[in-house]
């Protein structure tokens, strides 16, 4: 499987766990710790926007600020990224994804397919041997854990829907 595949089944995998979430379960925490819906799913926009600033550095550019903080201090960029979006309505942030997940599929799609398996690419990325594809598997990988989490939640919490 290719990786904008990879990129939009992950997607797809997120849209469905969101499915008819009722409002008032998108505030409630608990589904990953202390985290609502709506916090994963800010969460997983970053992760998205992220991906953007990947595509660009295949192009060239140096990794960006934000590429290079959650580079850094994954918890730190975590904790940042969720707490900026918190007291944004949960369409607003449901918007959000969906904008920057059509943006990274598009920046995604837009390198040749052998720069994204190119091992070597992002040489500032864990070993310095990793591919795009690694990185967009081990994104849509953590995407469907956070939706397997929202399931989970939605079946505890059943008697909410």
């Known amino acids: 499987m290719s990786a904008t595949q990879t990129l939009e089944n992950s997607h797809l995998t997120v849209l469905q766990a969101l499915d008819d979430l009722p409002e008032p379960m998108w505030d409630m925490p608990g589904v990953c710790g202390e985290w609502s819906a709506k916090d994963i799913v800010a969460h997983l926009t970053s992760c998205e926007l992220l991906l953007i600033d990947v595509c660009q550095t295949a192009h060239g550019e140096k990794p960006s600020p934000y590429l290079l903080r959650w580079a850094n201090d994954l918890q730190a960029f975590n904790d940042e990224t969720v707490g900026a979006r918190r007291y944004q309505t949960a369409q607003q942030v449901m918007n959000e994804y969906q904008d920057a ?48 989490q929202i399931v989970e939640f939605r079946t505890a919490n059943k008697q909410l829907e």
């Open 101 to 148: 997940q059509v943006r990274s599929s598009d920046a995604l799609a837009s390198l040749p397919a052998d720069l994204v398996e190119k091992k070597g690419v992002l040489n500032w990325y864990k070993t310095g041997e990793a591919s795009i594809a690694d990185l967009v598997e081990g994104f849509s990988r953590h995407a469907k854990l956070h939706s397997q």
